[in-house]
Every structure is written in C-alpha cells, then in structure tokens.
C-alpha cells in the first residue's frame, strides 16, 4: 500500500519507519523543514532506540522517503495518516486542533482516487467528524473515508510498542475503509495482536480514557507512597503485593515523583475538557491532575528537607532530566517543576541526562551541564536521582561516595536498594520508603537530615 504520513514526530517517524517495514511504501511528510532536511541526510530528529537502523534500511530498501509538500504522497497514497501535534491550547487545557485541522484542508486540497485518511493523533471526541466535514466541504466529490486509529506506542519502546501491540483499535464504520486498515495491519494480526474494530467516536475516546487510566495507577500509587512514609510502609512491596493480583495488575504501579511526558499530562487536561463540554463530570481525571501537580512541588521540599531545609549554597548533582529513560523527550518533565524550585531556594545544579540535555539547556538555561554522571556528581551536597536511566542503576558507589562533598543520596524512583545504599554509607532518601543512615559512622549532623 502506498502511505502519507502527516507529521513527522515521534509518533509519525516511528509510525512511517514501521509500516516501511512491513513492506508498504511510505513517504514522511513535515512541515518543519529542517526536520525532513537532517532526515534526508540520515541524522535523527529525536532519539529514540532503534530507530536510526530501522529507518536507514527502509530508505536504503526504497520503502521510505521523506517530503516537505504533501500534495505528491497525499495523491499517490491509499492512507493518508494525520499524526500532527495536539498540544494542551494555551490557556485552558483544551487540545489544540489547529494543526490537525490545517493538515485535512491540505489534503482535502490533493485527494485523488479512493483514500482513507486515519487520525493518528490523539484527538477529542468529535474530531473525525470535524475533519471529514472539512474534507468534503473542500472537495464535495473526493472518495474518501475518514478513519480513528489511536496510537498507544511508549517513547522508549516505541517500535517494539508498534509491532507487538497489546492491540490495534480502529474506529469506522466503513466497509473499504477496514479492508484497507486490515491491509495496512496485516503483518500484525498474522502476529496475533487484537484488532479492535469500533466506530469512530469510542475509538477516539478509548484514548483518553487508557491515558486517564494509566495517570491514574501512577497517582494512587504515589499518594499511597506519601502514606508508606508516614506508618513506616515500604511501597515497593505494597506495589507488588496489589499488583499480582491479576484485576489490578503490576504495571504503572511505580512511585516517582509525579507522571510527565508528551501525553498523560495533556491527554488528562483534554479529556477534563471533554467532559466539560458534555456536562459529564470526571472528577477522578481532575483529582489526578491537582494531585500530580502538587507530587511534583512535594518533591522539589522533598529534596530541600533530606538537605536540611535551606539549599542557599548547596551544590545538587541531578541525574535524569528527560520524563522518563530511554526518550530526549523532556515534555513536561518532572524536572522542569522540581529543578526550578531548587534554584530559586539557592542550589546550584550541576546535571546531567544521557540524551535530554539538548533539549533541557533550552527549558532550563540555568543549570550547569555536565559531560557524564560522576562530572556531575563530583563537589556536590548530595546526588538526586530523577529519571531511571540504565546507566544510573550501575553506578560505581564507591566512586559517588568519595567524590559527593556529602554522603547524601535522594532516589526519586527507587533505583536502589535501602540496604545497599547504607552499606556503601549513603544517608539514603527513596520514594515510599523510610529514609536510612549507616548506623555505624553516622555523624550526629547526617543522623538529623536522615
Ligand atoms: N509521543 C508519544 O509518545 C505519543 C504516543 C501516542 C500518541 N501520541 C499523539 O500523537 C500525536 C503526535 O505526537 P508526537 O509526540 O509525535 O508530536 P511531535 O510534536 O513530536 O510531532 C508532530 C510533528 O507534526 C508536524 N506538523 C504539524 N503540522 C503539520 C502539517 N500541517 N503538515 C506536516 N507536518 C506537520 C510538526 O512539525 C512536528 O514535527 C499527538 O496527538 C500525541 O498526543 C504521542
């Protein structure tokens, strides 16, 4: 089959590398010329594991080509994908439509033959309408089918995510439209991952409401972390012991310091949103939201108290700054409400995230970056652990203890183990979990900030 894939962001390029893969011919349409030029030249726009050899092999094979003018792929096409940014609308959380909005009036404009256009995007409720009203309103007599096929890919794991799915929902009730969409998935269900056909409405919903779900787990968990903290639980083990049961399940059971990223934040705010303009109340989606905003404060005084309280002079090593491991995606990174607070009480931070920093100088110029993990934590007052990246799990300890000007370390996602950390004589502060000391060498100042 013959693609146009509208967007090439995280979600587009993974999306267009993967169907290249599957033996379709897809050309990666964006507007961001700079984007499609680094392509054209072989260098990734994002990082994302995987992918540059995906993408390289699929050119190289003459499955995948990439353009700035969507008029050409958008006639040659049979699938026209919309995987354009819906960002929160500035000002009241609403999804911003505009972009998607402006790609249908574009190939409403180039639409030639019977094709089936898919939103990719995460969308309201609604929006598929909209965009075929746009389409046939611009082009009364196009053959066209409009399509909603949400996309559920984690950035990280975001081609693995795209060719092992839990399961692929596509919303139409239109009879070519499927043929083409099981044509476009077939590689996939011969792998027995589900399809779920629905209309196109509970397609677009089921969205949001997975989003508002997995935000949710996050949440609960969390604020039954504050709790561990407060009886003297460990959440670690609270976590597994209601994850194994199988209603509830062991995944999205992790405390941190607050869920961020390029979707569960805004996807949360949107469907609020939604919810409003139907007058049906979602007051558990409006809880998480104030409740995630205020985690990611708590953390920001989590990490002044395992200080002492006053960070005025105080040297903080940061490492993770990214919203999560695996991805230099840092939107709506914990980091960007946790790192501000800490400068603003008078710590200076020296970081260091192993893809994020490019992106994180440009939303947090204030920081001192650092070359790799021990740069960072040399001379500094303590060590704060932010995003799990794999190189953090394996730190030297031995290193980090003699080159920290204090023993302090403040884990905000459970990295470590409480024993193994008092043992290579770290005061030890993690999520859920009563802060340690080394019973033997502690000094009378590191047993006041345990
Ligand atoms: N990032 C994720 O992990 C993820 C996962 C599932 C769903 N989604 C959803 O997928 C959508 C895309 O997300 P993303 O993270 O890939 O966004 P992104 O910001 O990384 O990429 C969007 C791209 O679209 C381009 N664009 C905008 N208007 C265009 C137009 N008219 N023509 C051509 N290109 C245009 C932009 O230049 C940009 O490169 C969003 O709705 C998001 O909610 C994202």
Redesign the pocket.
Same mark, same amino acid.
């Given at each position: 089959m013959r693609v146009a894939m509208?967007? %090439?962001? =995280?979600? !587009?390029l993974v999306s267009g590398a993967c169907f290249a893969d599957f033996g379709h011919h897809v050309v990666c349409? +964006? /507007? +961001?010329a700079d /984007?499609i030029a680094a392509l054209s030249r072989g260098e990734l726009p994002i990082f994302e594991p995987g992918l540059p050899a995906l993408v390289q092999s699929n050119v190289r094979e003459g499955r995948l080509a990439f353009a700035t003018e @969507?008029a050409g792929p958008v006639s040659q096409a049979d699938a026209v994908f919309i995987?354009? !940014? %819906?960002p929160s609308r500035r000002g009241d959380g609403h999804a911003d439509l505009s =972009?998607v909005y402006?790609?249908a009036r574009?190939i409403a404009a180039t639409l030639d033959g019977f094709t089936v256009v898919i939103t990719?995007? %995460?969308v309201p409720v609604g929006t598929g309408d909209e965009v075929e009203r746009i389409i046939r309103e611009a082009r009364p007599q196009a053959d066209v089918a409009v399509v909603s096929n949400p #996309?559920? @890919?984690? #950035?990280g794991a975001a081609i693995r995510d795209f060719k092992h799915p839990d399961r692929i929902v596509v919303g139409t009730e239109d009879e070519r439209a499927r043929e083409v969409m099981a044509e476009l998935y077939r590689p996939l269900y011969l792998n027995a991952a589900p399809i779920l056909y629905t209309d196109r409405r509970t397609a677009e919903l089921i969205k949001y409401a997975a989003n508002a779900y997995l935000a949710t787990k996050i949440t609960f968990i969390n604020e039954i972390a504050e709790l561990c903290e407060r009886v003297g639980a460990d959440v670690q083990e609270v976590a597994r012991g209601i994850g194994l049961d199988n209603r509830i399940g062991t995944k999205f059971l992790h405390a941190g310091p607050g869920f961020g990223g390029?979707?569960l934040p805004k +996807?949360a705010l949107a469907l609020i949103k939604i919810g409003h303009d139907h007058e049906a109340s979602l007051r558990i989606v409006e809880t998480i939201v104030a409740v995630n905003d205020q985690r990611k404060r708590a953390m920001g005084r989590k990490v002044a108290a395992a200080l002492g309280g006053n960070l005025r002079g105080c040297t903080i090593a940061v490492l993770g700054l990214a919203f999560k491991p695996n991805t230099d995606d840092m939107r709506e990174s914990p980091s960007l409400s946790i790192l501000p607070l800490l400068t603003e009480a008078g710590a200076t931070i020296r970081a260091f995230d192993p893809e994020g920093m490019g992106e994180a100088k440009k939303l947090l110029p204030d920081l001192d970056y650092c070359g790799d993990a021990y740069q960072a934590i040399e001379g500094a007052d303590a060590l704060v652990l932010l995003t799990e990246w794999n190189e953090f799990r394996a730190l030297d300890l031995t290193r980090v203890r003699s080159l920290l000007r204090a023993p302090v370390v403040i884990d905000l996602r459970n990295i470590y183990q409480p024993e193994e950390m008092t043992a290579a004589g770290f005061v030890y502060h993690s999520i859920g979990r009563a802060a340690v000391a080394p019973p033997a060498e502690i000094s009378p100042s590191l047993r006041a900030i345990a």
């Open positions: 509208i967007g %090439t962001g =995280y979600v !587009g349409v +964006d /507007k +961001d /984007k @969507l995987a354009v !940014g %819906t =972009y402006a790609a574009e990719k995007s %995460t #996309e559920f @890919l984690r #950035e390029s979707c +996807d």
